[in-house]
Nanobody, 112 residues
Framework: QVQFVESGGGLVQPGGSLRLSCAAS????????MGWYRQAPGKQRELVAV??????NYEDSVKGRFTISRDNVKNTVYLQMNSLKPEDTAVYYC???????WGTGTQVTVSS
């Protein structure tokens, strides 16, 4: 069964940085696009960054601040988050595109 294990979240002040990691099990990893999603309290889960064979795409609010990357040898996808804002506070998840069952995510809280 494919699993995603997210890590690297935490509490950070506005303007700070975090690097999230997602370890994926299974042999499919390099064949599919991978995305980072987030869900803030009271809001729907949204896709913030995706990496595929042709490149990357970002949701408008994170362009220029977040960078998604992947290591197909380690079956891991990363999200480097810089210049964090309070509105980035959410639980962050990774998943294949199209989606598989979700992991538990990692909490990111941006607050002074």
């Amino acid at each position: 069964q494919v699993q995603f294990v997210e890590s690297g979240g935490g509490l950070v002040q506005p303007g700070g940085s975090l690097r999230l990691s997602c370890a994926a099990s299974g042999s499919f990893f390099s064949l599919y696009a991978m995305g980072w999603y987030r869900q803030a309290p009271g809001k729907q889960r949204e896709l913030v960054a995706v990496i595929y064979s042709g490149g990357t795409n970002y949701e408008d609010s994170v362009k220029g601040r977040f960078t998604i990357s992947r290591d197909n040898v380690k079956n891991t996808v990363y999200l480097q988050m810089n210049s964090l804002k309070p509105e980035d506070t959410a639980v962050y998840y990774c998943n294949r595109v199209p989606n598989l069952p979700w992991g538990t995510g990692t909490q990111v809280t941006v607050s002074s």
